[in-house]
């Protein structure tokens, strides 16, 4: 079986990361040592990306291959988890109390769904 990454979704985190830095696609594409066309197809999912151009992009956006990948491959929770702890970094007390409640919410509906789909 081949397996074909999601080159769409690396895009679109490779760009949430780009823009969570406030740097433009001409800085990223001179910090990776590519060509500013080849960062806006990568970015929008119309080309393919060696894996020296991944590392080299990771390096560019502080970051690791596997938050890049995350939406590709099945196992990456420490990585989710950093993201998640991002959230609520700048979160108050009360905002970290609704989210945790709504998380829970969320966990026990989707554990009940798993449940019954299996019945």
Do not use: W
């Amino acid at each position: 079986m081949e397996f074909m990454p999601d080159y769409e979704l690396i895009g679109r985190r490779i760009k949430e990361r780009r823009l969570a830095l406030k740097l433009t696609q001409e800085t990223l594409a001179e910090f990776a040592g590519i060509g500013i066309q080849h960062m806006s197809k990568i970015e929008n999912g119309h080309t393919k990306l060696s894996l020296p151009c991944l590392i080299a992009l990771a390096n560019a956006l502080k970051t690791t291959v596997d938050h890049l990948l995350m939406d590709s491959i099945d196992v990456s929770a420490p990585d989710i988890i950093r993201e998640a702890e991002s959230v609520f970094s700048d979160c108050t007390p009360a905002e970290i109390f609704v989210i945790t409640q709504t998380i829970n919410a969320l966990k026990q509906s989707l554990r009940t769904r798993k449940f019954s789909d299996k019945t």
